[in-house]
Structure formats: C-alpha cells, structure tokens
C-alpha cells in the first residue's frame, strides 16, 4: 500500500519563463501559470488560480514567488482570498500565504504573509 507524504509548505512561483527563482529548497518548478495569452483575461486567470488551488489537498501552506504580471497576481490573490473564506465558512483551517518579492539592493527575496498580520 502507497501511503502519499503530505508536505507542509508549496513553493510556487506565479509564472512559469519571466525568470529563474530559487527558494530554500532549490530552483523552484511548480507554477500557477504556465503560457497566459492574455493578460487581461481575468475570467481564465481566475480559473487557472482556481483549479490550481483544487491541487492543494497536500499541502499546508503557499510559499509564493512574485514573478511577474500584477494581473496574474490580483487574480491569484482573489481565488485564494475567496477559497480561504469558503474554508472558514465551512469550519476548515484555511491555507496560510506567505508572499516572496525580489530585492534587487540584496538580490534575495523578501517576504510577508498575506493578508498582512
């Protein structure tokens, strides 16, 4: 019998090709959005966010790397705002967020956790 481990923290970074981003971890390969047509098709980016959300029952937090593109990231925070308060609504532990900036004066990223505490 397969017992699956279940991890305590996902690093992804929002968009796959804008740059390389190595966590803790390594070079991280897990990305929300992999080919975005249109940036400003905030339907299939709220989508996308969404179904991957649907891939986190493994996991017990997002470590997120800010990659690029505001739209992705607006979309991405409102899927995963709205998916916390159906969690909480339904008496469930809701998925704790931690985003990464890059700082370009110490060239490592920053982070903070969403929404600020």
């Known amino acids: 019998m397969s017992v699956m481990r279940k991890w305590k923290v996902r690093e992804v970074a929002l968009c796959e090709g804008r740059h390389d981003v190595a966590g803790p971890n390594g070079v991280i390969e897990d990305f929300i959005y992999h080919n975005i047509e249109n940036p400003n098709d905030f339907r299939q980016l709220q989508?996308?966010?969404?179904?991957?959300?649907?891939?986190?029952?493994?996991?017990?937090?997002?470590?997120?790397?800010?990659?690029?593109?505001?739209?992705?990231?607006?979309?991405?925070?409102?899927r995963w705002t709205t998916r916390n308060l159906e969690m909480l609504s339904a008496g469930s532990v809701p998925i704790p967020l931690t985003v990464f900036h890059w700082n370009r004066d110490t060239e490592s990223y920053d982070s903070h956790t969403f929404p600020l505490r």
């Open 47 to 78: 989508a996308t966010a969404n179904d991957w959300l649907d891939t986190m029952h493994d996991f017990e937090s997002i470590h997120l790397y800010v990659t690029g593109l505001s739209q992705a990231l607006t979309c991405f925070l409102a």
